[in-house]
């Protein structure tokens, strides 16, 4: 925070400053210590640092030399008016292109990401530990945080603690009701380590069992989104793990008999057919600083289709949804009130994708085993 980095042009070379605020003591007694101008440049890679005090008058001085300048708009009104109002300087936005730099992790951000899916795995675990029938939404919610928090790491987004009906919530967070014996409870949550982010979700029942009804979805969703991470392969594009999910999906709604249709039918033109009544969100999405990173399926704002390198980090989280409460569409009884979502954080490599959240288990043995163990 309050803090500017710059890169300039030099000679042959490209120079980059990092600006912070100076050492005051006054003010580190109340808001805390600072590093300094003195320590800044230990601390970074960057090649100087330089007081925020002397910010204007260094970009002023290269600004009046050069002709091309690149400012990410709307978050120093100062900077902003410096750059549109230098004369025979050319400005331009670098988003776009700093997008592209963070779609492709390199060997260090892979290792984060792994830390993070590790922690946020180790939390889901625990939660499934202690899980017990009548347990509330937020006692788990206070597991799976306190334990990012003791691993020196804070949530990515706030979690999600869905039993029962508000499972079929895809943004649920309110985490303040009971969950009851018989009920499912899904878990979307994640931390970051050194800002990079980690999304997991789990479904199971908190008694430990599923029925019949619970295990014919989940065992539907597991397939599908095994399905999708087979299709995160290099060189494939981006929607092949969507389609590939929902392939596996429509066709299961059709033999549960939720749907009367044929596949080609129940998928749709675009695949927007019925089967979206019940899974109405994409596979997946970029995973980086950002949960929901830069990116995205297409190379820039309007470009092709993107096609998926080595590098990329992404989620594949296939759900179906199945609320008491809705009225748009019908809701099989047999189904009422199940809402499944798996998701792990997935790693394009150059052969097989890498599961970064693969410590956190998925099969139905795997989790009723776990369920209320540490009681």
Excluded at 23 to 48: H, L, N, S
Excluded at 49 to 62: G, K, T
Excluded at 107 to 129: F, G, K, N, P
Excluded at 342 to 348: A, N, Q
Aim: aromatic share 6%.
């Amino acid at each position: 925070p309050e803090a500017v980095f710059m890169a300039h042009h030099d000679a042959d070379s490209w120079v980059t400053t990092l600006f912070v605020q100076p050492r005051d003591t006054k003010a580190e007694i109340w808001t805390g210590r600072r590093v300094g101008t003195e320590d800044a440049a230990f601390g970074w890679p960057v090649d100087e640092s330089q007081s925020m005090n002397d910010l204007e008058d260094i970009v002023a001085a290269h600004l009046g030399a050069c002709k091309q300048a690149y400012l990410i708009q709307d978050v120093n009104p100062t900077l902003d008016e410096m750059v549109s109002s230098a004369v025979g300087t050319d400005s331009a936005d670098p988003t776009p292109i700093l997008d592209e730099m963070r779609v492709r992790k390199s060997d260090r951000e892979i290792q984060l990401m792994q830390e993070s899916a590790d922690i946020a795995s180790a939390a889901l675990i625990e939660a499934m530990r202690a899980t017990y029938s009548g347990i509330g939404e937020w006692q788990l919610q206070a597991v799976i945080e306190g334990h990012f928090t003791s691993n020196k790491s804070q949530w990515s987004y706030p979690s999600i603690i869905g039993g029962g009906d508000n499972a079929t919530i895809l943004h649920y967070n309110v985490n303040s009701a009971d969950i009851g014996d018989g009920e499912l409870v899904l878990v979307d949550a994640g931390c970051e380590v050194e800002g990079y982010a980690s999304d997991i979700t789990r479904t199971w029942p908190v008694n430990g069992k599923f029925n019949d009804a619970q295990r014919e979805i989940y065992e539907l969703v597991l397939k599908a989104q095994i399905a999708g991470i087979e299709a995160c392969q290099a060189g494939s594009p981006w929607t092949a793990m969507h389609h590939a999910t929902s392939n596996v999906l429509a066709q299961g709604l059709i033999d549960l008999g939720i749907l009367d249709c044929s596949l080609e039918e129940a998928l749709g033109e675009d695949f927007d057919g019925p089967y979206r009544n019940y899974f109405m969100h994409g596979t997946g999405h970029m995973l980086g600083l950002d949960v929901h990173d830069v990116g995205g399926g297409r190379q820039g704002d309007e470009g092709p289709e993107r096609e998926l390198e080595p590098g990329i980090v992404l989620t594949v989280e296939p759900g179906l949804y199945f609320g008491t409460w809705r009225t748009d569409v019908e809701i099989p009884e047999r189904y009422s009130g199940i809402g499944v979502r798996i998701e792990d954080d997935v790693l394009i490599t150059g052969g097989d994708p890498v599961v970064l959240s693969s410590n956190c288990p998925k099969t139905i043995d795997e989790i009723e085993a776990l369920i209320g163990s540490d009681r």
